[in-house]
């Protein structure tokens, strides 16, 4: 299995179906945290279901439509990102996240991810990378400003979540101006 080092202790490797124990004991640690904004601590509940959510995201990758890493901080799964949607016919797709309360404010979602969308456009030639967001998740925002992100519209009310209608925002990012920010952050 592959480790890329995020600096500070940090790393990113894949998440894997057999590894449902410590995916639901993470979940566990920061449910109520992750549950905020997102609804994967609802969908992963007991070892059975969280199970089958590491093994969706195997299936995902086995078929080229999805990607599913684990963040380590000092050995420990701290939270994920995730490429939810990976079309390369249309050379779309949609990354997100979670982190548990405990390595929140560190950085690691933003280098986490950059390591993701420098993958997906340098290596599989990706056009764009879009991330979701409901407005009132301020540090999911800030990751997207952070990563050069676009704000490209409002989707009014189209995401029923626990019971209430909520807006998401749509940020995106396409490879050209991602190959433009890294080599104007390489010059300086």
């Given at each position: 299995?592959?480790?890329i080092?995020l ?11 057999w ?53 380590r ?19 779309t ?33 990706m056009?764009?990378v ?22 490209e ?11 209430v ?12 101006e991602w ?10």
């Amino acid at each position: 299995m592959f480790a890329i080092s995020l600096g500070g202790g940090a790393e990113l490797r894949p998440l894997e179906p057999w590894q449902a124990e410590e995916f639901l004991a993470h979940m566990d640690r920061g449910r109520e945290f992750i549950g905020q904004y997102v609804g994967l601590p609802d969908i992963t509940a007991d070892l059975p279901a969280a199970r089958r959510w590491l093994q969706l995201y195997a299936d995902k990758s086995a078929a080229d439509t999805g990607r599913l890493y684990g963040i380590r901080l000092d050995g420990r799964l701290v939270g994920g990102v995730l490429l939810r949607s990976f079309d390369a016919g249309t050379g779309t797709c949609e990354a997100g996240c979670w982190l548990e309360p405990a390595a929140a404010g560190q950085g690691l979602v933003t280098r986490a991810v950059r390591v993701v969308i420098d993958w997906a456009f340098e290596v599989r030639g990706m056009h764009r990378v879009e991330w979701l967001v409901a407005p009132e998740n301020i540090p999911s925002i800030n990751v997207a400003k952070r990563l050069g992100m676009t704000l490209e519209g409002v989707q009014r009310q189209n995401d029923l979540y626990r019971g209430v209608r909520q807006d998401t925002e749509v940020w995106a990012v396409l490879a050209p101006e991602w190959r433009a920010e890294r080599a104007e952050a390489a010059a300086r």
